[in-house]
């Protein structure tokens, strides 16, 4: 199925793909875009009966092991994303492909775009981590990292090292709200995926 352009919707740690779903609306998703929610390849492994799932396992996880987990998912992530580019005919135009991820999905979102991996036309990160090294040179693709101060399942000072590593990427951090997309960062990631898509001839 050959797509124009197309939003990749990247859940968090426990959730699965339909689940994410519902930030197509907020998000108010340019006409004619294709949407994908894909499930993470793993079991969600604290419940492995349920129908949760994940990009990498949280159990255990410390900040000293959690880099060599995010490079361990490297390779499952890229699978999915690049069969769900190519499904859309756009294996060749990762510029008209944006990244759309919370919690865990911005971790590998953000760590696809970081690397060079994925050079896609946007990237939106809602309440989530950088956990490799600041780039050797900024990415191209715009971005925007968003953030709730009072998150406790991911805390914002997160997001501040993110910037910081990343500092070209747009940052709003949004008083009181916790760990969810809110309405300051939906309505700016609204705004350029509006502009990505407008860019697009």
Do not use: C
């Not at 949280?58 to 699978?79: I, K, L, Y």
């Not at 008209?96 to 999905?105: E, K």
């Not at 709200?177 to 700016?188: I, S, V």
Request: no cysteine; glycine share 10%; net charge negative.
């Amino acid at each position: 199925m050959n797509a124009d352009r197309l939003v990749i919707l990247l859940h968090g740690v426990g959730a699965h793909g339909s689940s994410i779903a519902w930030l197509a609306d907020p998000l108010g998703l340019p006409t004619g875009a294709a949407v994908a929610a894909p499930d993470a390849p793993f079991a969600f492994d604290p419940a492995p009966q349920s129908p949760g799932r994940q990009w990498f396992s949280v159990t255990g996880v410390t900040p000293e092991n959690r880099p060599a987990r995010v490079a361990a998912a490297r390779a499952p992530f890229d699978a999915v994303l690049a069969g769900i580019i190519a499904d859309h005919g756009l294996s060749d135009a990762l510029d008209r492909v944006a990244l759309v991820g919370f919690s865990q999905g911005s971790i590998m979102a953000l760590d696809a775009v970081a690397s060079g991996r994925w050079p896609v036309g946007l990237l939106i990160a809602f309440s989530g981590r950088f956990v490799g090294p600041a780039p050797a040179s900024p990415p191209k693709t715009p971005i925007l990292i968003a953030h709730g101060t009072a998150d406790t399942a991911i805390p914002v000072a997160e997001s501040y090292h993110a910037h910081a590593a990343l500092p070209q990427a747009e940052f709003i951090v949004e008083p009181g709200l916790g760990h969810a997309p809110g309405p300051q960062g939906l309505a700016r990631a609204q705004a350029m995926l509006a502009a990505w898509s407008g860019a697009l001839v």
